[in-house]
């Protein structure tokens, strides 16, 4: 009567130092990776903390688990019941959170709740009569676990179809842990996901992403000084158009049929094929739009006027300022140096659609007070962007058809912006201001949208995230003399010089972390701001990259989990196989290491100091 009670509470300790032990290691490597949290301290740190969520967990499981008495605590319903909802959330959750899981966060959490829940029911639902050893237990895992490494050892003859290198299986894995996130939990808890020992590389990398309270120590200069503007100056018309790939466009690819409007523009225009946003997301990419250069990784260094070489430029000319006021620009901007604001209406950044910001625009440029002002306008909207949230049609409603090997949903999105296009344009035509304004269509960044197994942006650097289209309409008594070169990388940062340059504001200053003009009077002037390598960013983690080659070669290190990539963009567009050698990784975080002590030593940026300015308030 005595040993059964022993015998239970041996199998239920036991259980909890499996379960202490297996968390015990996953914490330590979220350690490792995440925070470069090495050496007997992790180890004991990662032991203490899986000791108290181990002791904490299973005081509310225990009831469920109890031995002592199965009847009491199976309700064979309502196990079978558990079982099915869990099996049916885990096939449902993924369709009904949409692009709103940003970083598969979500999802993690929901899958780990569903194999909590799976697995209390099948305990539940076992034998009542069967007992195992702790010794069979251990063994069963024991044997398990070398089952599974060994086929992970030899996944190198048994799946060809998934690649000829170990580097190819594993983007394969990887990629299809894209699409399912229970594999790319189980994937990395095992530890068989892409990861290596980053060490210092990620401790300089996170030194300088994210940084808070910075302060500019100098100004972004473009030209060493302001003159005269043209006369008459001409109107301009920028559109950032959030998360729309140029592959989505007729200008750019042929099977994209559906943008009439945009394509007529794009002929009476320069068409840049090898545009690219050097950050990953909006909350860096808009500034750096406006202050023609590199950014600290940061949101936002103030103030930005001393950064904000577009709006210095628009005010100079005296001109009239119609922007939409979006959540970055309401931040970098000062609200009284806006002539007319846009979109105050919105509640949340989501909403902001083309069409209601044309309207408004329109109604604005009818009731310029003063017509002898050229216009600036300025509007990012949000039509395409995943968190799109507005009263457009659905394309369901509307039976919308998209080209095979399209997202249906970026297709529809940008097919009503290409029409909303089309009716400004011809409102620009009625009112004679079309053939004499500068016009500019671009992004701010692309978005995965899970064909290679990759989702969303901001967190990422891949060719479909970083390749943004970039389409300028001159006037053409300005065009009929400037040369440009629409194969060479140009990047954002080069908008602002090119309106510099276009508006009569020459030289641009020389300066490697500011971008270049588009266009020049001679060729020898165009190829004095020939680009060099890209600095390329993630917009929310230490994230990094290199565009090199004139765009050949992209590379790509991430801090957590620490992982690099090298890809030939030249040979393998869709950046699907690795090709990266130790070596060349050295040479590589040296170069990254290189462009951001450039970054931050013009910022007047050191690490754990904080700018000059700041470090002395």
Known sequence: ALRMPRAREVRRASMCALVWIALGIALHRFLESALSFRGWDAYLYA?????????????????????????????PVGSWAVLAASAVLAIVFPYMIGGADWSGFLEGVVTLLVWAAISICLFRLRPARRDYSVAAVVGVLFVSAIAYKGLEASAIFWSKPLGSTDDEISLALEAYAGHDASFQLAHRILGSGRSEVCGDLCRIL????????????????????????P????????????????????????????????????????????????????SLSEPAIWS???????????????????????????????????????????????DVKLDTDKSFWQ????????????????????????????????????????????????????PVGLNARITYEVHWVDARFGEFFAYLKQRGLYDSSIIIVTSDHGDATGEFGRTSHSTSIWP????????????????????????????????????????????ITQNPIYGRPLFAETKEELDRYRPKD???????????????????????????????????????????????????????????????????????YKPGVGSLLASAK
């Open 47 to 75: 032991a203490s903390l899986s000791l108290a969520v181990t002791a904490w967990g299973f005081s509310p499981v225990a009831p469920f688990l109890a031995l002592h008495n199965p009847s009491r605590f199976r309700f």
């Open 206 to 229: 996170r030194e300088y992403t994210n940084i808070r309270d910075t302060r500019a120590r100098t100004d972004v200069k473009l030209v060493e000084r302001i003159g005269e503007f």
């Open 231 to 282: 006369e008459p100056a001409p109107n301009i018309f920028v559109f950032v158009i959030d998360s729309m790939r140029p592959d989505y466009l007729g200008a750019y690819n042929p099977r994209a049929t559906y943008t009439p409007n945009l394509d007529a523009l794009a002929r009476d225009s320069v068409v840049f094929h090898r545009a690219f946003t050097q950050y990953a997301g909006t």
């Open 292 to 338: 023609g250069a590199l950014m600290l990784h940061a949101h936002y260094v103030q103030p930005f006027s001393r950064l904000n070489s577009l709006d210095r430029l628009v005010h100079a000319g005296h001109y009239r300022t119609v922007i939409s006021w979006d959540e970055v620009l309401s931040l970098i901007l000062p609200a009284e140096s806006v």
């Open 351 to 402: 909403q902001f659609e083309l069409g209601d910001t044309l309207r408004q625009a329109e109604a604005a440029l009818d009731s310029n007070p003063d017509p002898s002002r050229p216009i600036f306008f300025y509007a990012q909207p949000k039509n395409v962007h995943q968190f799109a949230r507005n009263n457009v049609p659905s394309p369901t409603s509307q039976h919308w058809q998209s």
């Open 464 to 507: 479909e995230i970083m390749h943004v289209p970039l389409i300028i309409h001159l006037p053409a008594p300005m065009r009929e003399h400037l040369l440009y070169d629409d194969s060479r990388i140009s990047t954002l940062t080069d908008i602002t010089p090119t309106l510099y340059y276009l508006l009569g504001q020459r030289p």
């Open 534 to 604: 890209l600095l390329l960013a993630s917009d929310a983690r230490a994230v990094y990259g290199i565009l090199s080659a004139d765009g050949r070669y992209l590379y790509t290190t991430y801090d957590s989990p620490a992982q690099s990539y090298l890809f030939d963009l030249a040979n393998d567009p869709n950046a699907e196989r690795n090709i990266l050698t130790p070596a060349v990784k050295q040479r590589y975080d040296e170069e990254i290491i290189k462009h951001l002590q450039l970054v931050g030593d013009f910022y007047g």
